[in-house]
Nanobody, 120 residues
Framework: QVQLVESGGGLVQPGGSLRLSCTVS????????MGWYRQAPGKQREFLAG???????NYADSAKDRFTISRDNAKSTVYLQMSSLKPEGTAVYYC??????????????WGQGTQVIVSS
């Protein structure tokens, strides 16, 4: 059974920082492109950042310069370091795993989400 378990969310003041973690089990972590998304109340889920097994990253414009995605392949864990958080960053943050087999996208999986509230 595939599981993505996020942690690290919570309440943070504007301008503050948080680090989210997502630990994956049930699939070969090395076959997955990992990503972080968020969904604010009343809005669609949006892509924030992605990272390949080899460490190649890409970011949405909203995440560039303030967020950093990284992964520890030995721990099957992906991280999202967030800094200079803004109130509009209040959302549920989701971890995503896109499995790649022989260069072709296969199944994908979502975590349950972790709530981040940016407020003073």
């Amino acid at each position: 059974q595939v599981q993505l378990v996020e942690s690290g969310g919570g309440l943070v003041q504007p301008g503050g920082s948080l680090r989210l973690s997502c630990t994956v089990s049930g699939i070969f972590f090395s076959t997955a492109i990992m990503g972080w998304y968020r969904q604010a109340p009343g809005k669609q889920r949006e892509f924030l950042a992605g990272i390949t097994f080899g460490g190649t990253t890409n970011y949405a414009d909203s995440a560039k310069d303030r967020f950093t995605i990284s992964r520890d392949n030995a721990k099957s864990t992906v991280y999202l370091q967030m800094s200079s958080l803004k109130p509009e960053g209040t959302a549920v943050y989701y971890c995503h795993a896109q499995r790649i087999i022989s260069g072709i996208r296969s199944n994908d999986y979502w975590g349950q989400g972790t709530q981040v509230i940016v407020s003073s």
